[in-house]
């Protein structure tokens, strides 16, 4: 008798796969990325393609895809996968076309996902297995298209929702690096600081900074996770704990994001961004914190935008 899957209510989400299919399909994720980003090119008109964020693409597409095929085996996985990287990502691929532009980007990465299963893993498959797994990859492609699409409907400058967003001062900085601490994960701590903010701030054009610093903010919450907690001390500093993250290029992001933040009064904005690691760097949330912060003075006084050990820079 062929192995056919259970029956299930016709609303109950496909099950994860235990067959190690996201498994295979997550080292492959470079792979997958390049590949979306061909099938993009190829599904636009010619003036459309140009507009294409490539480079964010290439960032950004392999954490993407790794997690559309983690997403297969884990529940848990999916939920991130919603708040995740891959919603912003692929509402700028859809080239500011809306709702429609973004579930279009995620329609074609579903398609090369599908075509690279059935090319290598899933070529001597069963039927059964076949379909468990296009069922399976249906749903998770359904729901990064929906949270897409809410992403690519947001109004211009409103900050994507993180886990948490709070308004305080160091004290509240780490009471939040405390109670990562406590779950004993691993996770980065970043602190990202504006330079020179409050002279800014003061100056003729304190009005064009403080909406440069706002769209700072918009920015740097599009490269967060759903799961990630941030504090903001005052205008222009962030104190951003991020559950499993590489502390180094989080930095590298976020000193991107934020840095890219234009005043109508003057140049770019700079930033300084110092990162730490747990448990590696400290295991105790004020040492941690201070640990961080610590690098963020360094990277100011240095003239680099990312400090992320004692060392000092090159």
Known sequence: MPDLPSRRNALDPPPPLRDGLGTALAARDAELAKEWVLALI??????????????????????????????????????????GQLPALAAAAGGGAGAG???KAVAALHRVVWHAARREELARAGAARVARAAARLAHVCAVAAEAAATVATQ????????RD???GRGADAVEAVREAVVLGEPFALLVVEVDDVDRMLSGQHGDEVD??????GAALAQEL????????????????VAPGADAVRLARRLAAAVGGSETQAGPFLRVSVGAAAFPGDASDAAALHACARRRAYAALAAGTAIIASEEPPA
């Open 211 to 216: 909406a440069a610093l706002h769209r700072a």
């Open 165 to 167: 967003l709070r308004v």
């Open 225 to 240: 996770a759903g799961t990630d907690t941030v504090v903001a001390e005052r205008p222009g500093e962030w104190h951003v």
């Open 101 to 103: 532009g973004a579930v």
């Open 42 to 83: 190829a599904g636009s008109a010619l003036e459309d393609a140009a507009r294409l964020p490539l480079e964010r693409l290439a960032r950004d597409g392999p954490g993407a895809c790794g997690a559309v095929a983690r997403s297969l085996a884990d529940d848990e996985e999916l939920a991130r996968l919603a708040s």
């Open 155 to 162: 109004p211009a400058g409103v900050e994507l929702r993180v």
